[in-house]
């Protein structure tokens, strides 16, 4: 079983900046698209962003012009930029596989990391 640890999560006032990291496996990162998923409180898990091996991303619209995805194939390492946080983007955020067009139904999922935005 492969391994996804994330890290990079805290509080921060509106208009605060995070920078999230995951690490995975080689197993999971390999030559895949990876993504950053997040769950509020009593919601379903949500696709937040999304990247391919090669570098092409998509984003879910509330998102867009405010997060960046990266990620570092020599580290198998993704990474997210979340600038001008706002309260609703407060949830658990994961890393995990998934599409550029939609998000993939994972079997297993790391601990996540912890993102809170006070108003």
């Known amino acids: 079983q492969g391994q996804l640890v994330e890290s990079g999560g805290g509080l921060v006032q509106t208009g605060g900046s995070l920078r999230l990291s995951c690490a995975a496996s080689?197993?999971?990162?390999?030559?895949?698209?990876m993504g950053w998923y997040r769950q509020a409180p009593g919601k379903q898990r949500e696709l937040v962003a999304a990247?391919?091996?090669?570098?092409?991303?998509n984003y879910l619209d509330s998102v867009k012009g405010r997060f960046t995805i990266s990620r570092d194939n020599a580290k198998n390492t993704v990474y997210l930029q979340m600038n001008n946080l706002k309260p609703e983007d407060t949830a658990t955020y994961y890393c995990?596989?998934?599409?550029?067009?939609?998000?993939?139904?994972?079997?297993?999922w790391g601990q996540g990391t912890q993102v809170t935005v006070s108003s």
């Open positions: 080689g197993s999971i990162f390999s030559d895949n698209t």
């Open positions: 990247i391919t091996s090669g570098g092409s991303t």
């Open positions: 995990n596989l998934a599409s550029l067009t939609g998000p993939y139904d994972n079997d297993y």
